[in-house]
């Protein structure tokens, strides 16, 4: 049975026009918390995916448990596979009962995955009738039970593996390659290294054609254990983990490669000193080499590296970056469809992300995209039109959207035509993009749009889920820093708000690195607890000050080696801006933040005491000094290069200072900001007889999340209720 479009899609088209109930309701802290991402999230098409090699798209009907299959631009449809497919496939096992994550390999061909257990799809009827679909569903892998980092190579019918710190391969002909057998725990191999910095997400690289794999090996020997408990048994256990701190000894990374025909490693000749940063891991599209930006351990000059793929052999350097602060590398290269030699290399060089197309020589033929914005996102290639399609922020810092650039010639043309936030996915001819985007007003609208701007259709338009609460008006604020500089921010006024009441503050920041907190996306308060407060009488504020991201490399590096310092300048110009409202009442205002914002939030309290009644700071740093070594080092330097800058942000020497009231939250497993950081606090408070509250969350790590985020939440609300409420 095939399922029409015509019947589908108005029905999502004219959800948007349908909530007509009174705005009346308020939110439950469940909803608050985890609505978003849950029960209140805007409608969207689920596992939409383009289809490999074909103009065809799909997606998931949940009311059939079926994947309906669209061709563009005609726009006809079929259903492509239903969940009985799969269930009758798998006789004598449990019926599913939704359908799985379906990745796709061709019209033709899929695979899902059953938590370690692989299975193939394929369409036996495609080739001789290719209207039809029957599938013939086979188990491809089973795959141990405690196998992690699965990666699947598709191409070459391979997957790769790791099993506590070692790595296999099960190849085409189901033959398992045991690719390395270190007995040592503290040496890993194939899993994502220096702690997941420089936008390192994985550990396993298998070659585009399938005749290699490359791979992190991570030497931790040398770096001190840092003792984590298990608190659930008794007694508790230690499990210790490495966590190399700022100044300390760290890690010593390489990069093997393993050759399936001769079950033969050899390492890349990286050289030394050995606790250098190897960073965006890229294979020639022949296979012939490997490409890695060398980072030394100061992160203020990049090597970008060429080896030889058979012998591991160095070859040259293509070329070097250097800035007095740091280099961040953080993408792999993009080497440009049909070509082995000539490739997209991202830099900050300017001040701002962009792309610069360079050849494997190391000549910069050309730089594809300048100003005074960011490249947010490579989406994909148009190779007939030499284009690269990419999302940035050359509207305007808040939003994203999507843009065609020659990559010869740097001509540059916008896709989309809203004002919002984009995500978008590119077709593998880079005719036909999807764009999803939403702004303070749109939960959701896609679409598709030819990459020659010649049509588009409009596929779904989501209905606002928060049509029946009440919520409150949101102000977007434009202050200036004291360098001038443009600080943006947002203020949730209370429902029912009169201009002549005075209302408590909650000031939500985090200020750090590689955040963003104010954007111009659905809904329009940036999250939904803060109009849970609105609806209990408070006025919420925040504010992205400089250290934050987006904005370009001088606003992130005006931090530099005194983190805490310019960003509570900044923050405090919000304090000042408040104090200006009528309807402030600036004798009950707290302040809150995570991690970074933990920071943040107790630095306010002891660094400037008295501004805030009360405040709750969880997983803060303490002492940048305790701070793993990769981030701090970048931000910080070393302890010994810059002990002024660790010694004026280290909050343990000021718990005299502080005023009002102050919870403090921490996980009790936490391995991002160790636990010892807020407990050292606990005791330098208690050696100056100051009173803390304290609470810690067993079994999580660095956040609190499933339903015991609302438990915290509640945490939160509660205390900045007790102190704050009149």
């Not at 590398?329 to 300017?350: D, I, M, Y």
Request: aromatic share 12%; net charge neutral.
């Amino acid at each position: 049975m095939n399922i029409s479009l015509r019947t589908i899609l108005p029905a999502l088209l004219l959800i948007s026009g349908t909530a007509t109930q009174a705005q009346n309701r308020t939110y439950t802290m469940e909803e608050a918390t985890l609505g978003l991402n849950g029960s209140l999230a805007p409608e969207q098409l689920k596992q939409f995916q383009w289809i490999p090699q074909s103009n065809n798209y799909v997606f998931l009907y949940e009311p059939q448990q079926c994947i309906i299959r669209n061709r563009v631009p005609e726009m006809t449809n079929d259903t492509l596979l239903r969940l009985r497919d799969i269930n009758q496939a798998m006789s004598g096992k449990a019926p599913l009962k939704k359908m799985p994550a379906i990745q796709w390999i061709s019209n033709a061909a899929f695979y899902f995955r059953l938590k370690n257990d692989i299975y193939i799809g394929e369409n036996i009827a495609y080739k001789t009738a290719p209207g039809s679909t029957i599938w013939n569903i086979n188990l491809w892998a089973a795959l141990p039970e405690t196998a992690e980092n699965i990666q699947i190579d598709t191409k070459s019918k391979q997957v790769a593996y790791t099993m506590e710190n070692n790595l296999y391969l099960l190849d085409a002909y189901r033959q398992l390659h045991t690719i390395t057998s270190d007995k040592d725990p503290d040496i890993i191999n194939g899993q994502a290294v220096h702690r997941n910095e420089f936008g390192i997400e994985k550990g396993i690289f298998i070659a585009p054609k399938g005749n290699y794999v490359a791979f992190y090996r991570m030497d931790q020997t040398m770096v001190a254990d840092y003792p984590i408990i298990d608190w659930s048994v008794t007694p508790a256990q230690n499990k210790p983990i490495k966590y190399p701190m700022a100044g300390g000894v760290s890690h010593e990374v390489t990069l093997g490669m393993y050759n399936p025909i001769t079950k033969n490693t050899v390492f890349l000749h990286t050289g030394t000193p050995k606790d250098h940063y190897l960073t965006c891991v890229t294979w020639s599209p022949d296979e012939q080499y490997i490409f890695i930006a060398l980072l030394n351990r100061d992160q203020n000059h990049l090597w970008l590296n060429q080896y030889d793929a058979k012998t591991g052999a160095f070859i040259k350097t293509l070329f070097e970056e250097t800035d007095s602060k740091y280099v961040e590398p953080q993408h792999e290269l993009a080497f440009l469809p049909g070509t082995n030699h000539e490739f997209l290399w991202w830099s900050q060089r300017s001040g701002f992300m962009h792309l610069y197309r360079y050849n494997t020589d190391g000549k910069l033929l050309n730089a594809v995209t300048s100003g005074n914005w960011l490249v947010n996102d490579i989406i994909g290639f148009n190779e007939k039109e030499k284009a690269v399609i990419i999302s940035g922020s050359r509207e305007t810092p808040l939003g994203r959207n999507i843009y065609k650039v020659n990559w010869r010639n740097g001509n540059i043309s916008r896709l989309d035509q809203a004002e919002g936030t984009h995500t978008a996915y590119l077709n593998s001819s880079g005719e036909y993009v999807y764009d999803a985007y939403q702004n303070t007003d749109v939960p959701r609208i896609i679409s598709i749009i030819a990459t020659n701007k010649k049509w588009k259709k409009d596929i779904l338009s989501a209905a606002n889920p928060l049509a029946e609460y009440e919520r409150p008006e949101v102000e977007d604020i434009t202050l200036q820093a004291e360098d001038g500089t443009p600080l943006y921010g947002k203020l949730i006024l209370p429902v029912h708000f009169d201009k002549n009441r005075k209302y408590p503050v909650i000031v939500y920041l985090y200020n750090g690195p590689h955040v963003q907190l104010v954007t111009n996306r659905f809904p329009a308060s940036g999250n939904l607890w803060y109009e849970y407060l609105a609806q209990r009488g408070y006025i919420v504020f925040t504010m992205d000050g400089r250290g934050s991201s987006n904005r370009g490399l001088a606003f992130e590096q005006a931090t530099f080696r005194h983190l805490g310092k310019v960003e509570m300048e900044d923050q405090l110009q919000g304090v000042a801006f408040l104090k200006t409202l009528p309807y402030v009442d600036a004798e009950r205002m707290g302040v809150h933040g995570w991690s970074f914002g933990g920071f943040m939030t107790t630095s306010l309290m002891l660094r400037h005491p008295g501004i805030f009644k009360c405040a709750v700071a969880g997983g803060p740093v303490i002492d940048w000094s305790m701070y793993e070594v990769m981030y701090t080092e970048r931000y910080m330097d070393s302890p010994q290069d810059n002990p002024e800058g660790y010694a004026e942000n280290n909050l343990l020497t000021k718990t005299d200072h502080l005023k009002g009231r102050l919870l403090m939250i921490h996980g009790a497993q936490d391995n991002v900001v160790v636990w010892q950081h807020s407990v050292k606090f606990i005791k330098a408070c208690v050696d100056n007889g100051i009173q803390l509250d304290y609470f810690i969350y067993p079994g999580h790590e660095h956040n609190v999340r499933g339903k015991d985020r609302v438990h915290l939440m509640q945490k939160i609300t509660d205390y900045f209720d007790l102190y704050l409420k009149p």
